[in-house]
């Protein structure tokens, strides 16, 4: 009796952790900075709901939107800590990982149109720069659109001299310091969950960004003027930790890889519509004043912006800037 009492109770310990880690959900963390109402935000919980059901609910989604589990710079140590498997930063803010190359997708007036921007990302230069994040740790799975930025301050901007003095929040790129440099304005990088403040109370004076990030965070309640500029591109890299995307067992990240896919699918169909619903819902709420530039104050802009283009050289390189003129078939 007591030899069985000893040999259940044995088999008691080392059952439960057998069970418990054959129920255990595998959990995926996937923080991000923007509201749940962006395309990043949507594309986030389409990747949650369809994850959870492909696998049968072995996998579990946990998503932390709007900066609540980390800001930008933490998020990305973080991840390759492994306190975090899933993020979708902008690819301008990719240099302190060592890869300063994704900022050549932040050249003013790169992209002429969503399409030319998506037939780029989907050809060898999106795979070109995912390849440079293996080196860190990084996989990346994905990339997520989110229109073109607009330009916006305490007073209008028309013309490049408007931007003269200024105090620009950048999110992280070179290139757009570049460019804010050549029209006279002092950028400054600055995390996402700090720019309402900042704008607010006036530690800077204006901004970049995409409509559907603009209405969300409500900058367009704290910035007199805004210029429907779509000077710039803002899209994202999903990534992942190499280390947990190869442990996964491969059936799970089969499944994954497919919820991913038309995740992605889903939100690169809807940042279009987003943003031009956003942008309306803006213009009507007259908290802020929409500008538009004239061809002739367009042009004015890029030729003021253009000395970023032979800059760009020095910054992310020969290699990459000849990939994205092929794929693009511009000059640069
Ligand atoms: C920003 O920091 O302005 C953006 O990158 C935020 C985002 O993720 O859209």
Redesign the pocket.
Known sequence: MRKWIVAAAVAAVFAVPCVASAQAPIVIKFS???ANDTP?GKGALKFKELAEKYTNGKVKVEVYPNSTLYK?KEELEALQLGSVQMLA??T??FAPLGVKEFEALDLPWLFKDDEAYAKAMKGPVGQWLFKKLEAKGIIGLAYWD?GFHMASASRPLLNPSDFQGLKIRI?GSKIADQYFRNVGSIPQIMA?SE?YQALQTGVVDGCE?TPS?YLTQKFHEVQKHITVSYHAH?Q?AVIVNSKFWGGLPADVRAQLTKAMDEATDYTNSIAKKENEDALEVIKKSGKTTLHYLTPEQKAAWQKAMQPTYKWAKGRVGQEVLDLVAKELNVQM
């Open positions: 991000h900075v923007v990043k930008d930063p902008s301008a803010k989110n999110s996402f720019v960004n990030n803002l994202y």
